[in-house]
Nanobody, 115 residues
Framework: QVQLVESGGGLVQAGGSLTVSCAVS????????MGWYRQTPGKQREVVAT???????YQIDSVKGRFTISRDNAKNTVYLEMNSLKPEDTAVYYC?????????WGQGTQVTVSS
């Protein structure tokens, strides 16, 4: 069975940096899209960034220039490098993968940015 496990969340001061990782395990036949979403209590879950197997990237405007998404296809792992963090970036970050033709989600990792 396909599973997604995030790591790297934590507490960071505003202006600092943090990188979250997501490793996908199981028998993978295809995994075209991987990405990161985030959600704050009482707010809608929103996409942060996605990346295709070929390296095509989408980012929301609020993180453009600050965050970098990447993936290592040999390791079935996606990363989100977050720089110049702001308190508004505080959220639970969820890993997403379209694997074997279905949407898969990680358990989430908390990222807290203090001022």
């Amino acid at each position: 069975q396909v599973q997604l496990v995030e790591s790297g969340g934590g507490l960071v001061q505003a202006g600092g940096s943090l990188t979250v990782s997501c490793a996908v395990s199981g028998r993978i036949f295809s995994m075209i899209i991987m990405g990161w979403y985030r959600q704050t209590p009482g707010k809608q879950r929103e996409v942060v960034a996605t990346i295709s197997r070929g390296g095509n990237i989408y980012q929301i405007d609020s993180v453009k220039g600050r965050f970098t998404i990447s993936r290592d296809n040999a390791k079935n792992t996606v990363y989100l490098e977050m720089n110049s963090l702001k308190p508004e970036d505080t959220a639970v970050y969820y890993c997403y993968a379209q694997a074997n033709g279905a949407s898969r989600w990680g358990q989430g990792t908390q990222v807290t940015v203090s001022s």
